[in-house]
C-alpha cells in the first residue's frame, strides 16, 4: 500500500513538475522574442525617453508590469525579463505601474531620465464578490452574501475547511462533535439550513482541503443568491473559489508547520474504591446484596492486590499526553499574458491520542494523512479564445487499532477501573466474567489494524470565447468536469485471547481462557464509490451605455450523479440572471432557474420554476448626501424569491414495492409456512420536491473615511411541501406509511457584523464583532390529535424537546405518598419528582410538555488584530447562547447495563445526608424506569464562549530575506481552542456525549515567498 501511495504522489509531483515547465519554456520562448528586438517594450513620438527597472521588495525583477501614461489611450508598455521599460513621456504626464498581484502605483514625471520603482504584494481586500458562476462588484451587490479570504482561512486551525468558517460569517455556523483525526464531524448550518457546497462552480460533498488553495469562501443566504441553482438552492450555498494564475512573474510560497494537539476534555470516571463504594450503594438502594465487602474496598483504596483488587486508569493506560501535527504547502503562481498558472502540493500529518507499542511492526493509532495536488491552468488560444484545464486530486490514509477508533474510545470510557488487571500474573491479558474479550490495551495494541483509503481525482475543462465580433460584451462558455471518489478500508484483524485469573480451593492459580487463538484474518471494503459528470454552457453578456450599466447571465447545465449501488440521477436545465444598475445609485437584479430531476420523481413533478428578484438604492451616490462627507457608503437592499430543495436519498418512494413476507400456513401442511410478499412502505404518487419562500432586507454601510462598516440583514423564510410522515395514521393496511409534501415551517432572524480598523502612527488594528439569530416556527404538520393543548407541536420551535417538567428529588416516604407519580413504578426517596401537568395525580405521557428555553438561537464572534512594524496579532472569539443540551446515557448516567461507568458527577448523587445539596438522583444499577424519562431534569444550559483561534507572526524586514533572494519571511505561532468558558462542568460544549474528544492545538511555523 505505501509503494503505490508513494508512486502516486510521485506521479501527481511528475505532473505539477511537467507543467511548470512547459509554461516556464512558453514564458522563456516569449522573453526570447522580445529580447531580440534589442531593448525593451518602448512606445516613440513623446519628447523625452523614461527608462527603468522595477522590482519587488526584494530586488527580484517583475516581468510584464504594464507601464503607461495616465489618461492616454494607446500607451502602454510591458518590463522586460530584467524588469526594465522604456517609455517616451513628456513633462507632467503620470506614469502608471500596474501588474497582477502588487498595488498599482502612479509617478508624476518631471523630466527624470530614469525611473526606478518596488511593487509591493497587494493584500487589500477585493472589491468584489465570487458568486455564483460570475464576480459581482461590491458597490452594486444587493444579494445576501459574505466572505472569508485566504488569510482569514489560515488563522484557524483545522483538518476539513469547514472548521476555518467558525465565528467568521454572520449566518453560518459550525458544530464539532469529534475531534478524531480525518474524522472531525464538522458540521455547517446556515440560517438554520444545512448548505449546499459548491467548488469552482460545481457541487462537491467534501471540504477537507488545504486553505492556501482557495481565493475565497462565499456563503449565498438568500433567494437572490441562489435561485441559479433551482431545486438545489434552498438550504444556501457555500461557495468555494480556489486560486487562479495571474499574470506576472513567477511567485513561489513555502508553508510549514509543527505542533502538538491535546484533548480540550476528557472523562471524569471514577476510581476503583469510589466505583465499588458507590455500585455498592445502588445495589443497596435497589434492595440488592451488596458486591463488595470492606475488606474488597480496603483492597481497592490500598492498592495493595493489583490483580484481584485492580485500579486501573485506563485514560493513563493507553492516551497519550499529547499527540503531534504537522503541515506543509508549496505553492507556484505566476505567467504571462497567454499562459497563467497556479500548483499548489500540500502534505497533512496528523496523529491520534493511542499509544504505541515496538511489537507491532504495523501502526495501531489512530492516525490520517492527506495529501493533496491542484493545478489550475489558463492559456490564450488566440485573441478571442480561452481555455482553463483544472486539476484537482487529494489522497487519505487514515490508520486505527484492528477493533475501529470508536469501540476503543468507547471501551476506555466505559470500562470501570476495577473490571480486570491489565495484565494477569503470568503476562497474559486480563479479563473478568462480566468484562470476557473486551481487554482495553488488547484491543488497543493486539487487535490488528485498519487502513482507509479515500481517493478523488476531479478535472475541469472550460472553454471561453470572446463573441465581441457579433456584440461587443458577448462571450460564451462551456465546462465540462469529471470527479471520481473512492472510499476503502482493509482490516487485518488479530483474535483477541484473554484470561482471568483466580484460586481455587487449594489456593491454586488458575486461568479461564475467552476466545480462542487464530490466525489474522484479511478483509477489504469499499465503502463509497461516487461519480460526478457535469456539463454546462452560458451566454453572458456586458454592456455600459452611458450612466447605465447591464450584466447578464443565460445557462445550461447536466449534472449528472452516481453514488455506490444507486441508480444514478440528472440534476439538469436552465438559469439565469440579469443585473442592472444606473450611476451605481439605483440596483436592480433577477434571476431564475427552470430544472430539476426526472428519476426520482412521477411524471412531471420533478422540474420546476424558481424566480427571484432584488431591489438596492446606493444613498450615499445621491446629490444630497454629498455634504455628509462623513457617510462613505450607505445602501438598502431587498429581495425575494422561490427557491427548492430535492433530497438524492428520496429513492424512488413514489413507486409501490413489495418484500419478502414472514411467511404463512397454507393447506394441511401446518407444519411449516409458504414463503409470500408483503406491501412494503405505502407509496406517495404526488412526491416532488420541498420549495421555499425567501425575504431578505439588508443595509451596507461604512463611515468615517471607511474605518467602521457595516453589514445588516433581516431574512423570513417560509419551508413549505416539506416531506413528513402524517400524524393522523392507521395500522390497518398493515403497512407503513411513506413522507408526503405537508409540512411548514418558518426560520427567520437578523445577522450583524461589524469591522472597525484605524491606525494610530506604525500600529494598525482592527476589532469585527458579529452575531446572528435563527428563530423557527412549525407552521404546519400532520400531528395526531392531543388531548391537551399544552402538547400540540404546530406554532412552536422546531425540533423542540418535549418532556416531563421536573421539580426536584423526592426527600420522603411521606412526600411520595402525596405527590403524583408514575404507575407501576417502585419511586423511593432520591428519585426524580414531575410535574403533574394535568392534575389527575398521575405522571404519564399527558404530563410532556415543552420543556427549554425554546429561544431563537444566538452565535457570536468577535475578530480582532494588530500590526505594529513586523509584528502581527490576531484573535477569534465565537460562541452560542440559548442553547439547550440534554446529558443522558451511559456517557453521563452511572451503572448502565450490569457493570457501566460511573464518573465524578455521580459522587453529588441524592444521599439522607446529602439530600440538601444533591445535583444527581439517588444511584441505581441498571435502567431506572423513573429517572431515565426525558426530562428537565436532564437539560442543561449549553452556552459557551471559546478562544477558537489566536496568532502572533513576525515578518522579517525586506532588507534582510532579500540577502537570502525571497520576497517574505514569516514566523508565526498558533493556538485554536485553548480555553472554554462554559457552565458545564468537565465537559466540551460541543462533544457532551464523550466521543473521541475535541482537541485543542498550539503550532508554530514559518511561511516563505520567493
Not at 440534476?571 to 431564475?592: H, R
Request: glycine letters at 10%; one cysteine or more; aromatic letters at 12%.
Amino acid at each position: 500500500m505505501r509503494k503505490i501511495l508513494l508512486k502516486r504522489i510521485l506521479q501527481q509531483i511528475s505532473i505539477t513538475l511537467l507543467w511548470c515547465f512547459l509554461l516556464q519554456t512558453s514564458a522563456f520562448a516569449n522573453a526570447l522574442h522580445r529580447i531580440t528586438t534589442n531593448k525593451p517594450s518602448t512606445l516613440g513620438q513623446r519628447s523625452e525617453e523614461v527608462s527603468g527597472r522595477v522590482t519587488d521588495l526584494a530586488d527580484k525583477p517583475l516581468v510584464d508590469v504594464a507601464v503607461r501614461l495616465k489618461g492616454k489611450p494607446n500607451t502602454t508598455v510591458l518590463t522586460d525579463l530584467d524588469g526594465r521599460y522604456l517609455i517616451n513621456a513628456d513633462k507632467g504626464d503620470v506614469l502608471v505601474f500596474s501588474v497582477d498581484g502588487f498595488v498599482t502605483q502612479e509617478i508624476a514625471f518631471a523630466g527624470q531620465k530614469q525611473v526606478n520603482l518596488k511593487m509591493a504584494i497587494d493584500n487589500s481586500p477585493s472589491d468584489s464578490f465570487n458568486v455564483l458562476y460570475t464576480k459581482q462588484k461590491k458597490a452594486t451587490n444587493i444579494e445576501a452574501v459574505a466572505e472569508l479570504r485566504t488569510n482569514d482561512l489560515t488563522k484557524t486551525i483545522s483538518s476539513p475547511i469547514n472548521g476555518t468558517f467558525t465565528g467568521r460569517l454572520a449566518g453560518l455556523t459550525t458544530y464539532q462533535s469529534s475531534g478524531e483525526p480525518g474524522n472531525d464531524g464538522i458540521s455547517l448550518n446556515l440560517r438554520g439550513q444545512t448548505p449546499l457546497v459548491i467548488l469552482d462552480g460545481i457541487p462537491q460533498s467534501f471540504t477537507s482541503i488545504n486553505p492556501e488553495q482557495i481565493e475565497s469562501v462565499t456563503i449565498l443566504k438568500d433567494a437572490l443568491a441562489t435561485a441559479m441553482m433551482g431545486i438545489r438552492g434552498s438550504n444556501g450555498v457555500v461557495l468555494i473559489t480556489t486560486k487562479k494564475g495571474s499574470e506576472g512573474p513567477q511567485r513561489i510560497g513555502f508553508k510549514a508547520m509543527y505542533g502538538i494537539s491535546k484533548p480540550t476534555q476528557l472523562p471524569r470516571t471514577l476510581d476503583a474504591f469510589n466505583y465499588a463504594t458507590l455500585f455498592n450503594e445502588a445495589l443497596a438502594n435497589d434492595g440488592k446484596a451488596l458486591a463488595y465487602t470492606q475488606a474488597d474496598l480496603n483492597a481497592y483504596r490500598d492498592g495493595t492486590d493489583p490483580i484481584y483488587h485492580p485500579n486501573v486508569n485506563w485514560q493513563d493506560q493507553i492516551l497519550r499526553n499529547e499527540t503531534p501535527y504537522s503541515r506543509y504547502n508549496v505553492d507556484i503562481s505566476g505567467g504571462k499574458q497567454a499562459a497563467k498558472y497556479f500548483v499548489s502540493l500540500d502534505y497533512l500529518d496528523q496523529q491520534g491520542l493511542f499509544k504505541q507499542s515496538d511489537e507491532n511492526i504495523n501502526g495501531t493509532n489512530s492516525d490520517y494523512k492527506r495529501y493533496i495536488f491542484r493545478s489550475n491552468v489558463q492559456l490564450d488560444l488566440s485573441k478571442y479564445i480561452t481555455t482553463n484545464l483544472n486539476l484537482f486530486g487529494r489522497l487519505q490514509t487514515g490508520n486505527e487499532p484492528g477493533v475501529g477508533t470508536s469501540t476503543l474510545w468507547n471501551s476506555i470510557i466505559q470500562t470501570p477501573a476495577n473490571a480486570y488487571p491489565v495484565f494477569n500474573s503470568n503476562g497474559t491479558l486480563g479479563a473478568s466474567q462480566d468484562f470476557q474479550q473486551n481487554n482495553v490495551y488488547g484491543q488497543s495494541l493486539r487487535s490488528g489494524y485498519q487502513v482507509g483509503y479515500t481517493r478523488d481525482f476531479r478535472v475541469d475543462l472550460g472553454v471561453k470565447a470572446d463573441l465581441q465580433k457579433l456584440t461587443p460584451g458577448l462571450y460564451f462558455k462551456a465546462t465540462g468536469a469529471i470527479n471520481t471518489y473512492l472510499d476503502q478500508t482493509t482490516v487485518r484483524s488479530k483474535p483477541l485471547v484473554t484470561f482471568q485469573q483466580s484460586t481455587d480451593v487449594l489456593g491454586n492459580v488458575i486461568y479461564t481462557q475467552y476466545g480462542t487463538t487464530g490466525q489474522q484474518s484479511n478483509s477489504l471494503t469499499t465503502n463509497t464509490q461516487n461519480r460526478v459528470f457535469y456539463l454546462q454552457g452560458e451566454f453572458g453578456y456586458t454592456k455600459s451605455f452611458g450612466k447605465h450599466n447591464l450584466n447578464a447571465l443565460l445557462l445550461a447545465s447536466n449534472d449528472y450523479r452516481m453514488a455506490g449501488a444507486d441508480l444514478g440521477y440528472n440534476v439538469n436545465g436552465v438559469s439565469g440572471k440579469a443585473t442592472y444598475n444606473y450611476d451605481e445609485k439605483y440596483l436592480a437584479e433577477i434571476a431564475f432557474a427552470y430544472n430539476g430531476v426526472k428519476e426520482r420523481y412521477p411524471s412531471g413533478n420533478g422540474y420546476g420554476l424558481f424566480p427571484a428578484i432584488g431591489l438596492g438604492w446606493v444613498m450615499s451616490n445621491e446629490d444630497f448626501m454629498k455634504d455628509q462627507k462623513w457617510i462613505n457608503n450607505l445602501k438598502l437592499r431587498t429581495s425575494f424569491g422561490r427557491t427548492g430543495n430535492f433530497n438524492a436519498n428520496d429513492y424512488y418512494s413514489y413507486r409501490q414495492f413489495y418484500n419478502s413476507g414472514t411467511g404463512y400456513n397454507f393447506g394441511q401442511n401446518t407444519g411449516g409456512t409458504v414463503s409470500g410478499i408483503e406491501q412494503g412502505t405505502l407509496a406517495n404518487l404526488n412526491l416532488t420536491f420541498e420549495k421555499a419562500r425567501k425575504f431578505n432586507a439588508g443595509l451596507d454601510a461604512s463611515v468615517f473615511g471607511n474605518r467602521l462598516s457595516l453589514a445588516a440583514d433581516y431574512y423570513n423564510n417560509e419551508f413549505y411541501d416539506l416531506l413528513q410522515v402524517i400524524g393522523h395514521n392507521t395500522s390497518i393496511t398493515g403497512a407503513p406509511y411513506g413522507q408526503r409534501n405537508i409540512g411548514k415551517q418558518r426560520y427567520s432572524g437578523v445577522e450583524l457584523q461589524l469591522t472597525f480598523k484605524d491606525k494610530v502612527g506604525e500600529f494598525n488594528y482592527f476589532v469585527s464583532p458579529m452575531f446572528s439569530t435563527v428563530k423557527s416556527k412549525v407552521l404546519y404538520q400532520d400531528e395526531p390529535t392531543r388531548q391537551f393543548a399544552y402538547q400540540v407541536r404546530t406554532g412552536l420551535p422546531v425540533g423542540q424537546s418535549f418532556g416531563y417538567v421536573a421539580s426536584g428529588l423526592f426527600q420522603s416516604t411521606a412526600e411520595i405518598n402525596s405527590s403524583a407519580k408514575p404507575a407501576n413504578l417502585a419511586i423511593i426517596p432520591g428519585d426524580i419528582k414531575y410535574v403533574d401537568q394535568n392534575g389527575d395525580h398521575v405522571i404519564d405521557e399527558n404530563d410532556q410538555v415543552a420543556i427549554g428555553r425554546g429561544k431563537a438561537a444566538l452565535n457570536f464572534g468577535l475578530n480582532l488584530g494588530a500590526s505594529w512594524k513586523g509584528f502581527d496579532f490576531s484573535a477569534l472569539l465565537q460562541g452560542v447562547a440559548n442553547n439547550d443540551i440534554f446529558l443522558r446515557g451511559n456517557s453521563y448516567w452511572a451503572f448502565q447495563g450490569t457493570r457501566g461507568q460511573a464518573y465524578e458527577h455521580n459522587l453529588d448523587r441524592w444521599t439522607p445526608a446529602t439530600a440538601a445539596t444533591a445535583s444527581y438522583p439517588r444511584l441505581s444499577v441498571g435502567s431506572n424506569p423513573n429517572n431515565e424519562l426525558n426530562s428537565s431534569y436532564w437539560l442543561r444550559n449549553g452556552d459557551f464562549l471559546r478562544l477558537k483561534s489566536v496568532e502572533i507572526g513576525y515578518n522579517f524586514p525586506v532588507s534582510l530575506v532579500k540577502k537570502a533572494k525571497m520576497s517574505g519571511a514569516r514566523l508565526f505561532v498558533n493556538g485554536t481552542n485553548l480555553f472554554t468558558i462554559t457552565g458545564l462542568k468537565n465537559l466540551d460544549p460541543e462533544d457532551y456525549f464523550n466521543s473521541y474528544p475535541i482537541q485543542k492545538m498550539l503550532v508554530a511555523g514559518i511561511s516563505v515567498k520567493f
